[in-house]
């Protein structure tokens, strides 16, 4: 149906909009068919305008074949008008709620129902987190040819789907009530949904550069990784790497082993204060590493792949564009764990603690009651895991978090038999 454009859907927005994008984004990763209408360009968008009594300030618009209207709707008034979650019960006690449709969360869900657990999964976007928006993974194992995001994300929740997990989506967690058991998740709606263990796989969003069509070129022209893998897209030309702390240091040190010239981007005056000594001595001896400090990309453009770039240095203003088709962004990233408002320990960058990670003063703060100290991919609340991106010291790969995903099953059925 989406290859053939046949849809019960229609958009009706502009491909310069961030809200049109957003509310095509949703329903594509959603695997929802839709009609995407221009406002500047197609034909008959008038008519349509006229007959549903909107205007183009009510932008992007989306109507349903039962001629509900949306304007400018939230995910979550998409998921409802579209009855993406009517089959969920939201007051049966689950054995399990999963926080998150990423691969972490979706492997949890697949090991957890198929043995036997009754799952619901709470995502609040479309599955597939951040390998969703990946537009190849090449080394997550048995996909020798590699494997786009969206499509590892859509069988993994074919297979959750099938061994009777439930996915609630466009609703995010809230809140997690952590006071007393069993626990309950709080969603978007004011909902509670009550669970006899949680499993948070809320992963974490890499700090993005604050340019309005960045969507366009990531996985094309734009990296969040050098591995072996992003050098060879790049070997002989010109590349940046953006940001001031060691994985930027690292990622500079790596490229320049490769690429024609690294040219590394830098907000602050320099990299002393954020990082390694020996890192920056390394980029100080390479010839292929350039320095800007003070400066900043403030444009991206190209056709389908990234082609060039502009650059602003803070101090004198000027701005420079430059034919460079390569950009990682290396400027960390932010756990997603804002909402859990000091339910779990967490680490001075806000990732969650877990089992051996916890100190016993984390373990006392958290008034941990029983004897046993906490599993592996425990937090400092009994049946409560977190697995993935979102805990602290976890690899920040597919397959780290799909392994974690079902180590942390083993540990659900021990605590649901305690
Ligand atoms: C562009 C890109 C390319 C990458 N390429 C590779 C690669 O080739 N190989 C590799 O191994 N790794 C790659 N990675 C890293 C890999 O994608 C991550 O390590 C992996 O996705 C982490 O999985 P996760 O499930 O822990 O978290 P995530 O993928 O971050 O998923 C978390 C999910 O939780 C949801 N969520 C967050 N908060 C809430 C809430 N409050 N309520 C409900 N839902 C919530 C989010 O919407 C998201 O769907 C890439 C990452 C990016 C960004």
Redesign the pocket.
């Known amino acids: 149906m989406i290859s053939r454009r046949i849809s019960d859907v229609v958009v009706l927005g502009s491909p310069h909009c961030k809200g049109t994008l957003r509310v095509r984004e949703f329903l594509t990763r959603n695997g929802h068919p839709h009609t995407m209408l221009d406002l500047d360009r197609d034909a008959g968008v008038q008519e349509l305008l006229d007959r549903f009594h909107v205007t183009a300030a009510d932008i992007p618009v989306v109507i349903t074949c039962s001629e509900v209207v949306l304007r400018n709707p939230t995910n979550q008034q998409i998921a409802d008008a579209l009855g993406f979650n009517d089959a969920i019960d939201q007051t049966q006690v689950r054995d399990l709620v999963i926080?998150?449709?990423?691969?972490?969360?979706?492997a949890a869900a697949v090991y957890g129902a198929s043995e036997g657990l009754d799952v619901l999964v709470?995502?609040?976007?479309?599955?597939?987190?951040?390998?969703?928006?990946?537009?190849?993974?090449?080394?997550?194992l048995g996909f020798p040819t590699g494997i786009g995001?969206l499509e590892l994300a859509s069988r993994a929740t074919s297979q959750a789907q099938k061994f009777g997990a439930q996915l609630m989506i466009g609703?995010?967690?809230?809140r997690l009530a952590c006071g007393r058991t069993p626990y309950a998740l709080e969603?978007g709606d004011g909902h509670r949904l009550p669970a006899r263990a949680v499993i948070i796989?809320?992963?974490?969003?890499?700090r993005r550069l604050q340019i309005d069509n960045l969507s366009r070129f990531?996985?094309a022209g734009v990296?969040?990784?050098a591995?072996f893998?992003e050098a060879q897209l790049c070997t002989g030309e010109e590349v940046v790497v953006v940001g001031a702390g060691n994985s930027a240091g690292q990622a500079a040190v790596f490229l320049a082993q490769t690429a024609r010239r690294v040219h590394m981007v830098i907000r602050s005056a320099g990299l002393a204060d954020t990082m390694s000594r020996y890192l920056i001595r390394r980029i100080e001896d390479h010839p292929a590493i350039v320095r800007h400090p003070h400066t900043e990309i403030v444009s991206l453009e190209g056709n389908g792949h990234l082609e060039r770039m502009r650059w602003r240095d803070n101090q004198s203003g000027q701005v420079e564009t430059h034919g460079i088709r390569h950009v990682f962004t290396m400027t960390g990233a932010v756990p997603?764990t804002h909402?859990l408002e000091g339910c779990v320990a967490l680490d001075d960058k806000g990732f969650i603690k877990t089992g051996p990670d916890l100190l016993p003063e984390d373990l006392a703060a958290a008034r941990w009651p029983l004897a046993r100290p906490p599993h592996l991919l425990e937090t400092s609340r009994p049946g409560v895991f977190a697995?993935?991106?979102?805990?602290a010291g976890?690899?920040?790969?597919?397959?780290?978090?799909v392994g974690?995903?079902s180590i942390a099953i083993a540990a659900v059925h021990q605590v649901l038999h305690e």
């Open positions: 926080v998150g449709a990423g691969p972490a969360g979706l709470v995502e609040s976007t479309a599955p597939g987190g951040q390998a969703g928006s990946s537009s190849r993974i090449e080394n997550y995001g609703t995010g967690a809230n969603i796989a809320s992963g974490a969003e890499y990531e996985g990296y969040y990784a591995t893998m997603s909402w697995i993935g991106d979102v805990r976890s690899l920040k790969r597919v397959a780290s978090a974690e995903g």
